[in-house]
């Protein structure tokens, strides 16, 4: 079926306004077709990667309590918000496949992190992850996916889901697999220079178009260029 042929991750729905058709650049989530917003460049978003980029990264964590921003990342999306551009969560989830937690548990991950958005004064437009990992414990996902980052398949799935042109887009990440995801879906990348990058592995589709702080510098960028 479509779904494997494309890897899509399970995720979770797309919002009311993401229908075919919709432009998601045209204003913010809460108000598609403001006819009188001015014109951005049709069929942008900001994908974010979540851990270590919008949140304090603790691994395998799905508890919401202990779900917080990053250093800069409250800024950062209200920062991203004023943009007017959709902001599109995209994460590799493999302790579902490790059998670390269910992927029901991510649900409740999905609206802290809509709150934490709404908090910061921005809209998270979605949230897509990769519950795959090649050595995974659970057959139904241990898979070497198009999904898992840095692979371009949440991205693309994305896309697909919004009506995006992922060449208007941009990926912010604080690993050099969510620049590489970003340039092999096309979209202009930023590097968030945190500490979280060890390996530095380089090649041409790892190489950031930009370098920031975190992610309030990073939107900075975006005001800029976007
Ligand atoms: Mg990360
Ligand atoms: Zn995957």
New binding site residues.
């Given amino acids: 079926m479509a779904l494997m042929r494309t890897?899509a991750?399970p995720g979770m729905p797309a919002p009311a306004w993401a229908v075919a058709g919709a432009s998601p650049a045209a204003g913010a989530a809460a108000f598609p077709a403001a006819a009188a917003a001015a014109p951005r460049a049709a069929g942008a978003a900001v994908f974010l990667d979540k851990d270590g980029t919008v949140l304090r990264d603790v691994p395998y964590n799905v508890a919401p309590r202990r779900m917080a921003y990053a250093a800069g990342a409250r800024d950062g999306l209200a920062r991203l918000a004023r943009l007017g551009l959709p902001l599109i969560v995209v994460s590799n989830q493999p302790g579902v496949a490790l059998g670390r937690f269910a992927p029901e548990a991510l649900a409740p991950v999905r609206r802290r992190l809509a709150r934490l958005f709404a908090a910061a004064g921005a809209s998270m437009a979605d949230f897509l992850y990769?519950?795959?990992h090649p050595a995974g414990a659970l057959p139904a996902y241990a898979?070497a996916?198009?999904?898992?980052k840095p692979m371009p398949?949440l991205l693309r799935e994305a896309a697909r889901r919004h009506g995006l042109d992922l060449d208007a887009c941009w990926m912010i990440g604080d690993i050099l697999d969510d620049v590489e995801a970003g340039r092999r879906a096309g979209c202009r990348t930023v590097l968030l220079d945190v500490g979280s990058e060890t390996e530095w592995r380089a090649g041409p589709l790892r190489a950031p178009h930009y370098v920031a702080r975190d992610l309030d510098d990073a939107a900075r960028l975006l005001e800029g260029e976007a």
């Fill in positions: 890897h991750c990769c519950p795959h898979a996916c198009g999904c898992r398949g």
